[in-house]
């Protein structure tokens, strides 16, 4: 079974910009979540998506937002990208019935 | 401003040996337990998990176990390799129905050959 994939891998971008990443769950899983890792912060939480509805939000500004299609595959977008919201942003999915999350391999953005 | 970056605990062990990597979780509810590796440029790899009706778990290699008394949670490799060098992380859920996973800032494990 394949497993969580993301893209784009890589991204630049200059502040100002908006950004949107995409995940691919992994077949069957209906939770997506998604995480930032940064050096200073370490991995947090950003929000999770089950059925395309938000349910669960993490302490991030409303310029980071995320959508779930029917299909389970999901998309982040991040807007008026700052200097800080350079980072590691990592998608997890994992099966209804379970809380246990497998990680994809991340997009890591850089923002100039 | 200068970013600080977070300082993370660092083991150290020789090739052969068992490590024992720590973590002491915050929320007294969290009803669940993972441990993830991730090394240098990729996602998070899921190890072991245990919930909090257990006090132990084994895998290949790996064992698991929880104290919620003290809430510490411990990660036991034994046998070490070199292709265990990575950082290690705890994550706890919180309980309900939830699916958000909370994270310890990691432990970087680098096996000595």
């Known amino acids: 079974k394949a497993g969580v994939t993301q893209t784009p891998r890589y991204l630049i971008k200059t502040r100002g910009q908006q950004v949107t990443l995409s995940c691919s769950p992994i077949?069957?899983?209906?939770?997506v979540s998604w995480y930032q890792q940064t050096p200073g912060q370490g991995l947090q939480f950003l929000f999770e998506y089950f059925s395309e509805t938000q349910r669960n939000k993490g302490n991030f500004p409303g310029r980071f937002s995320g959508r779930q299609f029917s299909n389970s595959r999901s998309e982040m977008n991040v807007s008026t990208l700052e200097l800080g919201d350079s980072a590691l942003y990592l998608c997890a999915s994992s099966l209804a019935s379970t809380k246990t999350q497998y990680f994809g391999p991340g997009t890591r953005l850089l923002v100039l | 401003g200068e970013s600080v970056g977070l300082h993370l605990p660092t083991l150290s062990v020789q090739e052969g040996d068992n490590s024992i990597i720590n973590c002491a979780y915050s929320?007294?509810?969290?009803?669940?337990f993972i441990w993830y590796k991730q090394e240098s440029g990729k996602g998070p790899q899921f190890i072991i998990d245990i919930r909090s009706n257990m006090d132990k778990r084994q895998g290949q290699r790996v064992t698991v176990l929880l104290n919620k008394t003290v809430k510490h949670l411990s990660l036991q490799i034994a046998a070490t390799q070199p292709g265990d060098s990575a950082v290690y992380f705890c994550?706890?859920?919180?309980?309900?129905?939830?699916?958000?996973?909370?994270f310890g800032k990691g432990t970087l494990l680098t096996v000595n050959p």
């Open positions: 994550a706890e859920d919180s309980g309900g129905s939830n699916y958000k996973l909370t």
């Open positions: 077949s069957g899983h209906r939770s």
């Open positions: 929320n007294s509810a969290s009803d669940y």
